[in-house]
């Protein structure tokens, strides 16, 4: 009879391994197999994605400019100190993080040594935002830019352009590149995405995305769809303070959910948000990344989206104007966020969403149901 049960209990688990609950793949019991495993700080890292100077809790910074007057290119022991209690589920590095090949390697070999197991990060999109291409010390492949593949009107030249990046990328060690830009680039007046976008055209904007995604894929490189909602129709830029958009959802869906919705069917495993306010949409000024409107009734609700959704920067001063790096990281995770990229302070931001947790303002199984992601995600790389 035992036998009997365990066999109808397996059954049972791969029933529940369905297509829709199981996007990537691998056996379900896996990830609970893995999340018993973990301690509350263990998955509460999981959802930190972190830059090396948020790891190291001495420095203090104020601009962007301040980063680069001396920039941190190695793993001190502040920083390894800081992971032990800790952990961090993904490390990104910026333009000033790198240097050559050689200290490239040994810093992302430092960070694999980390507790957390973290994931390596990068924007190199092509063209203006290319930490790595546009670094004069590595000989890749350099792109004008995305508005420039999308004007050949052929996606397998954004193709070409996804698989060229993902390969040096691999090679150098990354696991996942923060491209491509889904955004729709309709204001002329955009400082921030403009030809970062493919198009202006979101018919011609969502094969180019879906192609570069599958070029990334296919050498081995997981991509990220991003700016959701989409901050192409935007004037100011999210990095020194608010933006918006005054379009409705009606608007919205009609033009940037044709480029996302793209990306969804075509099964991209991350979503970024943005931190812009669509107030005919949500009736307020509240960051997208911060609204469950947007994130959970819309992006999960309304196109179906299953998988990782992170955050842009909480860095950036759309972010840090109104809010602490703990109440930016514990409002994300209510809005519906399972990844906080970049908080300024990541050690209060881990604070505070542990105190959210043990207060009962966040649920453990909310934390589990992120930390679950995650890790099809991190089994799925292996």
């Not at 670094?135 to 593949?149: E, L, Q, R």
């Given at each position: 009879?035992?036998?009997?049960?365990?066999?109808?209990l397996?059954?049972?688990?791969?029933?529940?391994?369905?297509?829709d609950?199981?996007?990537?793949?691998?056996v379900?019991?896996?990830?609970?197999?893995?999340?018993?495993?973990?301690?509350?700080?263990?998955?509460?890292?999981?959802?930190?994605?972190?830059?090396?100077?948020?790891?190291?809790?001495t420095?203090?910074?104020e601009?962007?400019?301040?980063?680069?007057?001396?920039p941190?290119?190695d793993?001190?022991?502040?920083?390894?100190?800081v992971?032990?209690?800790?952990p961090?589920?993904?490390?990104?590095?910026?333009?000033?993080?790198?240097?050559d090949?050689?200290?490239?390697?040994?810093?992302?070999a430092d960070i694999?040594?980390f507790?957390g197991?973290?994931l390596l990060?990068?924007?190199?999109?092509?063209?203006?935002?290319?930490?790595?291409?546009?670094?004069?010390?590595?000989d890749?492949?350099k792109?004008?830019s995305?508005d420039?593949?999308g004007?050949?009107?052929?996606?397998?030249?954004?193709?070409?352009c996804?698989?060229?990046?993902?390969?040096y990328?691999?090679r150098?060690?990354?696991?996942i590149d923060?491209a491509?830009?889904?955004?729709?680039?309709?204001n002329?007046d955009?400082?921030?995405?403009?030809?970062?976008?493919?198009?202006?055209?979101?018919?011609?904007?969502?094969?180019?995305v879906?192609?570069?995604?599958?070029?990334?894929k296919?050498?081995?490189i997981?991509?990220?769809?991003?700016?959701?909602?989409?901050?192409?129709?935007?004037?100011?830029?999210?990095?020194?303070?608010y933006?918006?958009s005054?379009k409705?959802?009606?608007?919205?869906?009609?033009?940037?959910?044709?480029?996302?919705?793209?990306?969804?069917?075509?099964?991209?495993?991350?979503?970024?948000?943005a931190h812009i306010?669509?107030?005919?949409v949500t009736?307020?000024d509240?960051p997208?990344?911060?609204?469950?409107?947007i994130?959970q009734?819309?992006?999960r609700?309304?196109?179906?989206?299953?998988?990782?959704?992170?955050?842009?920067?909480?860095?950036?001063?759309?972010?840090?104007?109104q809010?602490?790096?703990?109440?930016?990281?514990?409002?994300?995770?209510?809005?519906?966020?399972?990844?906080?990229l970049?908080?300024?302070?990541?050690v209060?931001a881990?604070?505070?969403?542990?105190k959210?947790?043990?207060?009962?303002?966040?649920?453990?199984?909310?934390?589990?149901?992120?930390?679950?992601?995650?890790?099809?995600?991190?089994l799925?790389?292996?």
């Amino acid at each position: 009879m035992k036998k009997i049960y365990l066999w109808i209990l397996a059954a049972l688990l791969l029933a529940a391994c369905t297509n829709d609950d199981n996007p990537l793949g691998y056996v379900v019991d896996e990830v609970e197999v893995e999340l018993s495993k973990m301690s509350l700080r263990e998955k509460v890292g999981q959802m930190f994605f972190a830059r090396l100077e948020s790891l190291d809790s001495t420095i203090h910074w104020e601009t962007y400019a301040d980063l680069q007057v001396d920039p941190m290119i190695d793993v001190n022991k502040t920083i390894r100190d800081v992971n032990v209690n800790y952990p961090v589920g993904g490390v990104i590095l910026y333009a000033w993080n790198i240097v050559d090949e050689t200290q490239l390697a040994r810093v992302i070999a430092d960070i694999r040594s980390f507790n957390g197991s973290p994931l390596l990060c990068i924007d190199e999109e092509g063209g203006r935002v290319s930490r790595i291409a546009n670094n004069p010390n590595f000989d890749v492949k350099k792109y004008v830019s995305m508005d420039s593949i999308g004007k050949t009107g052929d996606p397998a030249n954004a193709y070409e352009c996804g698989h060229t990046i993902g390969t040096y990328l691999k090679r150098y060690g990354f696991d996942i590149d923060f491209a491509p830009v889904a955004d729709v680039n309709t204001n002329p007046d955009n400082i921030i995405i403009g030809p970062r976008a493919f198009s202006d055209d979101p018919q011609v904007a969502a094969p180019m995305v879906t192609n570069y995604l599958q070029g990334l894929k296919d050498a081995g490189i997981t991509g990220c769809i991003k700016h959701f909602p989409g901050h192409g129709d935007t004037q100011a830029d999210t990095h020194y303070g608010y933006a918006q958009s005054q379009k409705t959802w009606e608007e919205i869906r009609d033009c940037e959910m044709v480029t996302f919705k793209a990306g969804i069917q075509w099964g991209c495993q991350l979503i970024m948000t943005a931190h812009i306010g669509l107030p005919n949409v949500t009736g307020s000024d509240i960051p997208s990344t911060m609204s469950p409107l947007i994130l959970q009734d819309k992006l999960r609700g309304e196109l179906g989206y299953q998988n990782i959704i992170i955050t842009d920067g909480m860095e950036m001063g759309a972010i840090t104007q109104q809010y602490t790096s703990g109440e930016a990281a514990v409002c994300s995770i209510l809005a519906g966020v399972d990844i906080v990229l970049g908080p300024k302070y990541f050690v209060e931001a881990f604070d505070a969403v542990m105190k959210a947790v043990e207060q009962g303002t966040i649920s453990e199984e909310r934390i589990n149901q992120s930390v679950r992601r995650i890790l099809r995600l991190k089994l799925a790389m292996q």
